[in-house]
């Protein structure tokens, strides 16, 4: 009987141990496989909208992440992001980080530049032939909500449009300057996250990495 009762109890533990992983999706359980945190294990104040988990959201107009809503990031990467977030609210205290991606299989990168290859906007997807820094779960694209969740004005973003809105942002892009709002929100973005150690994309406002890419490369796998 006391054999039967210590079964049940290990059987139980092991259960509550595993069951993270069995409620995950594909995407999930790669990272969880690879050793990376769900930021809001870290952090719950960052705000979670993953783009590549909405065919409306994203500009590949794909469900690439099979509704993922868990942003994943190597560890040493969500400590940074955690402290870029308390830069912020130090400032700003009703706004926050919205992270729109973190880690990214490189499967799903794959998909992603042979849909965008030889478009206007092939520039925005790495080759995954090296491996994108998505790839080694050390880059978060991310913006800034205010206390309404909205986003603040940061001028050309091809998220959360529609394929006309991203192209006529796009014109606009080459057409026009920022307006000072603008850039103040952008310097804003960049200020807290080059504080916290993040190294921003020059062509990608919203893009940042969590370390030099040699460095990553050197440390860390590629999450296939």
Request: charge should be positive.
């Amino acid at each position: 009987m006391q054999k039967q009762f210590e079964i049940i109890v290990v059987s139980a533990f092991i259960m509550l141990i595993l069951s993270p992983i069995c409620q995950a999706n594909e995407i999930e359980k790669k990272f969880m496989a690879a050793g990376l945190i769900n930021i809001h294990d870290l952090d719950k104040t960052i705000k979670v909208d993953l783009v590549n988990s909405d065919p409306n959201k994203n500009y590949f107009r794909e469900n690439y992440y099979k509704g993922l809503s868990n942003a994943y990031l190597r560890e040493e990467v969500a400590r940074k992001l955690s402290q870029a977030q308390k830069h912020l609210k130090a400032q700003f205290p009703n706004c926050s980080i919205l992270i729109m991606d973190a880690a990214r299989p490189r499967s799903v990168s794959k998909l992603m530049y042979d849909k965008m290859k030889g478009t206007k906007f092939e520039k925005f997807v790495a080759n995954p032939e090296k491996g994108s820094m998505h790839n080694y779960g050390i880059a978060v694209d991310v913006t800034i909500v205010d206390g309404n969740d909205k986003e603040i004005d940061m001028g050309f973003t091809p998220f959360y449009k529609g394929d006309l809105s991203i192209y006529w942002s796009y014109a606009k892009l080459k057409m026009f300057n920022l307006n000072e709002r603008q850039k103040q929100n952008r310097n804003l973005l960049s200020g807290i996250m080059k504080k916290a150690g993040f190294i921003p994309l020059s062509h990608e406002w919203w893009h940042f990495d969590g370390m030099p890419k040699d460095e990553a490369r050197k440390k860390y796998t590629i999450i296939e």
